[in-house]
């Protein structure tokens, strides 16, 4: 059975809790975070090196990138693209992005990667992820969900979709709900407002695919990492 996200005491959740804390400080370091879907092409491949979506990750690894999700899937070749990419990239931290069944988290935890990232906050994958000594990171869009994501533990939540919810959203939230969890934006983000999202309060930034224009970078991005 379960543990209830409202009962921690019956199991030990430091190592849990510490790998929560190891990503809010490798994140205030370098505060984005890439996330790519893989598409079929990706799947397919043999050898990961071969593919789109490596020379992407090549290239946010020698701009300096340090955090890169890579959304789940169920196809059998899901796993052997990311360890191909763990292989070429050690100094990466992957984590693993669209999380919204255990099978997932359970997958994520045999690769060895230490945090996910979910659309949703579930108690389910909540307890789950505790036992699994996994960071999941909670998608939130109210203050009803922040507050619940903090009483299970959460040390960060992922605000999403943020340019729905708007880049003051953060500012909104300040006052009557400090201290707030380490907010991460996600959703719809371009790399041109990256500076402006941190600004405004954000701890970390989340971009996806919209960051690469025509195979490269978006220049935005670079002067951003530069």
């Known amino acids: 059975m379960l543990l209830s996200t409202s009962d921690s005491g019956s199991v030990d959740n430091s190592r849990w809790r510490e790998r929560q804390r190891e990503l809010i400080v490798s994140l205030q370091a370098h505060p984005l975070l890439m996330v790519f879907r893989p ?75 230490t945090f996910a990232m979910s659309p949703c906050l579930d108690a389910v994958l909540m307890d789950l992820a505790r036992r699994l000594d996994l960071v999941l990171v909670p998608g939130v869009m109210t203050p009803t969900e922040i507050q619940r994501a903090v009483d299970w533990g959460c040390e960060l939540v992922k605000v999403f979709p943020a340019t729905t919810l708007g880049i003051e959203y953060h500012r909104l939230l300040a ?28 701890d970390a930034i989340a971009l996806g695919r919209s960051a690469i224009v025509a195979e490269r970078l978006d220049p935005a991005l670079d002067d951003w990492l530069a």
């Open 39 to 113: 598409d079929v092409q990706d799947l397919r491949a043999m050898d990961a090196s071969h593919t789109r979506l490596c020379g992407w990750i090549d290239q946010l690894a020698d701009r300096g990138v340090r955090h890169v999700e890579l959304a789940w899937s169920d196809s059998p070749r899901w796993s052997d693209l990311i360890r191909g990419l763990q292989q070429r990239h050690p100094r990466l931290r992957f984590g693993v992005a669209s999380v919204r069944c255990q099978r997932a988290l359970e997958q994520t935890a045999a690769l060895g990667l």
């Open 175 to 202: 006052a009557p709900m400090a201290p707030l969890p380490f907010m991460i934006a996600a959703g719809g983000l371009r790399a041109d407002g990256v500076k402006a999202w941190l600004a405004a309060g954000y």
